[in-house]
């Protein structure tokens, strides 16, 4: 949630302004935001003076009860009336403050979805393999994708063989890494609350692509970083246990609503996927550095998997309302001649820490805390790139060397006989 107070500056203002927001919508908010505190006043008001005739009852002789009882009453008309004035408005400016983003900060290009800096690229752009990712995953015997549509519908897909033994690989190895950076290690829970939803920042603005159980008012997430954001909802977190930093492994669900015809072959966009997903607590004064941390772990994991790959800082009007700031990792697929997003890391602020309401506390009080979230492996995009990479020539998979130690020491995998 944004910050209301700071709402009516003008480089704050810009900044909400620059992601696509109405100024309809901010004037709107200012607006509604004035009106309550007017009413949060009279409220205060009316309830000091709601005591205060109360009081006076208590010591008014028989003759002047009445009369008492009766301005006490009319004090408490007046309070009610206040508080349902209150809340009306209470719930308007919550419910319009939960559409508009966080500001995109000062480093943050301009412009839409293909208008991002390209900030650094690493390898060559090698040319296509014999098979593309899905030909050769049919090939060895690692995706079936017809099975998996058969069973649960489009965008599922059964992975199995080598391919699973390199998907817990990955996910091993990414593991390793973040333990060893000072990562605790977490499975957290797939269904959430939408509460939780809510707080976590994915509603309502990304509602529609997540899959819902509404009888048991429980939803299936999209990234871990969901269930990581509830593990501090609500508390005081004293600053010298920050940052907190958790690697959570989940398998997640997306809708893809809005892709129908986009990424068909294979099993680069898909509705179930497993990942390791960064997310770290921060103080405010050091969430930036914090930011570049992620980014550098994320591109240190695809250096050591030898892919080419090149760093976007993603435009304004292109980052969800909860980045003030985010790179996206995108890495080079021989057989489109273009470079696809595999991971991404952001910076959200106190964005979501409001709605969660969780604070760091100091020497100097107490101040809503930053949270940040990056993706170290999403494992079938992952599959994909590797798949295309380390194609040989014969129509075997070479498995990358730093993997190797996960696998059990299997350095290749050739198609079934």
Same mark, same amino acid.
């Given at each position: ?7 009516? !500056? &003008? ?16 004037? $709107? ?24 005739? #109360? ?8 003759? *002047? ?26 719930? !308007? @400016? ?12 000062? #480093?943050?290009?301009? +412009?839409?979805?293909? !208008? ?29 994708? *017809? ?47 939408? $509460?939780?939803?809510?707080? &976590? ?5 990304? *509602? ?6 509404? !009888? ?9 970083? /969901?269930?990581?954001?509830? @593990? ?19 398998? =997640?669900?997306?809708?893809?609503? +809005? ?10 966009? /898909? ?32 250096? *050591? ?23 996206? =990792? ?14 991404? =890391? #952001? ?47 014969? +129509? ?22």
């Amino acid at each position: 949630m944004i910050d209301l107070k700071r709402l009516a !500056e &003008a480089d704050y203002r810009a900044g909400i302004e620059r992601k696509g927001a109405e100024p309809d919508l901010i004037d $709107q908010l200012i607006s509604l935001s004035s009106r309550h505190h007017d009413l949060q006043l009279a409220v205060e008001d009316a309830r000091a003076r709601s005591n205060a005739v #109360s009081k006076e009852i208590g010591k008014a002789s028989p003759e *002047e009860r009445p009369a008492k009882i009766e301005a006490a009453g009319l004090v408490k008309a007046e309070l009610t009336a206040a508080e349902a004035d209150y809340t009306v408005v209470d719930d !308007e @400016m919550k419910a319009l403050a939960l559409q508009l983003p966080v500001p995109a900060d000062a #480093s943050v290009p301009d +412009g839409g979805e293909d !208008e991002g800096t390209v900030v650094a690229t690493v390898g060559e752009q090698n040319a296509a393999p014999p098979m593309d990712h899905a030909d050769f995953g049919r090939h060895l015997g690692w995706v079936d994708n *017809e099975l998996g549509a058969a069973v649960s519908g489009s965008r599922f897909a059964y992975i199995t063989r080598g391919a699973v033994q390199v998907e817990f690989a990955l996910v091993q190895y990414a593991l390793a890494k973040l333990v060893a950076r000072g990562f605790i290690p977490v499975v957290p829970p797939v269904l959430v609350r939408e $509460q939780m939803m809510v707080d &976590a920042g994915f509603f309502p603005t990304d *509602e529609h692509q997540v899959y819902g159980i509404p !009888e048991d008012d429980l939803y299936l997430v999209g990234t871990a970083e /969901v269930p990581l954001a509830g @593990m501090h909802r609500g508390d005081r977190i004293d600053e010298s246990m920050l940052p907190l930093r958790y690697a959570g492994f989940s398998s =997640c669900f997306r809708r893809e609503a +809005g892709t129908y015809g986009k990424d068909t072959r294979g099993i680069f966009r /898909v509705h179930q996927f497993d990942k390791v997903e960064m997310f770290i607590w921060s103080h405010p004064d050091k969430s930036w550095d914090e930011h570049e941390l992620l980014l550098e772990i994320e591109r240190e994991i695809l250096d *050591e998997l030898g892919l080419p790959y090149r760093v976007v800082n993603i435009a304004a009007g292109d980052l969800g309302n909860a980045a003030a700031k985010k790179y996206d =990792c995108e890495v080079w697929l021989p057989s489109e001649g273009a470079y696809r997003e595999v991971t991404s =890391c #952001s910076n959200y602020l106190d964005y979501s820490a409001r709605r969660l309401d969780a604070r760091v506390k100091g020497e100097s009080g107490s101040q809503f805390a930053h949270t940040l979230n990056g993706t170290a492996i999403p494992v079938a995009r992952m599959l994909v790139f590797l798949m295309e990479h380390y194609q040989q020539a014969d +129509g075997t998979f070479t498995v990358p060397e730093v993997l190797r130690p996960f696998t059990g020491g299997v350095a290749s995998f050739a198609p079934p006989a």
